[in-house]
């Protein structure tokens, strides 16, 4: 009963409000999937301990018609966009063999 007592009393999560300034949308080009893959260069400029990944391979990594693991697995991507400004990155993924 003490259980049932303490589930009662605890809160649902809460998430972040949502910001009417900030648009998401899918990344369906190559423009899309190189600004997809370049973000993480922007979000962690002068950090001295990032370690920047190699482009070329980031943007074949998401791009279906290239990488073989999409042949039996779905994946989108988005960028969130403040201003047109890119300032985030989603990836979906489900993998069918899991």
């Given at each position: 009963?003490a259980?049932?007592?303490?589930?009662?009393?605890?809160?649902?999560?809460?998430?972040?409000?949502?910001?009417?300034?900030?648009?998401?949308?899918?990344?369906?080009?190559?423009?899309?999937?190189?600004?997809?893959?370049r973000?993480?260069?922007?979000?962690?400029?002068?950090?001295?301990?990032?370690?920047?990944?190699?482009?070329?391979?980031?943007?074949?990594?998401?791009?279906?018609?290239?990488?073989?693991?999409?042949?039996?697995?779905?994946?989108?991507?988005?960028?969130?966009r403040?201003?047109?400004?890119?300032?985030?990155?989603?990836?979906?993924?489900?993998?069918?063999?899991?």
């Amino acid at each position: 009963m003490a259980v049932a007592a303490r589930r009662s009393a605890e809160v649902a999560p809460r998430f972040a409000a949502r910001s009417p300034d900030v648009t998401i949308e899918e990344v369906v080009t190559a423009v899309g999937r190189d600004e997809f893959s370049r973000f993480p260069l922007e979000l962690y400029a002068g950090d001295d301990k990032f370690v920047p990944p190699i482009i070329a391979e980031r943007r074949e990594f998401i791009d279906p018609s290239i990488n073989p693991f999409f042949q039996h697995a779905r994946g989108a991507f988005f960028l969130a966009r403040r201003q047109g400004k890119v300032v985030g990155r989603i990836a979906a993924v489900n993998d069918t063999r899991y």
